[in-house]
Structures are given as structure tokens and as C-alpha cells.
């Protein structure tokens, strides 16, 4: 099973990839973990950037499914998505 993770621009930054795939993740929970992986000796920097950031999986932010608990499925796409504010 493949999940595309797209990362935002300062999380892409950090690892020198804005978007690669994971296998194996049957929740939100294993991308987060696997994500985190790839950053290696920058998994601090990971953790940092995802205290601004929210996930959202096919386009629908995580928190109006069941969280970190959202099961996934083949071909699902996993997008950390940046809070912006505006008017």
C-alpha cells in the first residue's frame, strides 16, 4: 500500500523533498512516525514544524475523522498542511 505525503514548504525545505511516498502505513499515525524517520538527525526540526502545521488526508483536515486513527487506504494522499491567517 502506497501513501503520498506531501510536506509544506519549510518542512520540504528541511528534508529536500517537497512530496515522496510511504509504504506500509495503515493510519495517520504511521505516516506522522514514518515522515519523522526521514528526517533523521532532523526529526527535532520535524517535530517543531508540525506544532504549526495540521494533516490533512485527501484534502479533508484529520480532526473531522478520527485523528491520528484515520485509517488509510491504498493511494490516499497525506498533506501537512500549514495554518494561515488572513483578512
Do not use: H
Not at 488526508?57 to 500549514?82: A, P, Q
Amino acid at each position: 500500500m502506497k501513501i503520498t505525503v506531501e510536506l509544506t514548504y519549510a518542512m520540504g525545505k528541511a528534508l529536500g523533498a517537497n512530496r515522496f511516498e510511504v509504504e506500509n502505513a495503515t493510519t495517520v499515525a504511521d505516516v506522522i512516525e514514518k515522515t519523522k524517520a526521514r528526517f533523521g538527525d532532523k526529526a527535532a526540526e520535524f517535530e517543531k514544524l508540525t506544532k504549526i502545521a495540521t494533516v490533512a488526508v485527501n484534502g479533508v483536515l484529520m480532526s473531522y475523522r478520527k485523528g491520528k486513527k484515520t485509517k488509510l487506504t491504498d493511494g490516499d494522499v497525506i498533506s501537512f498542511v500549514k495554518a494561515a491567517a488572513g483578512g
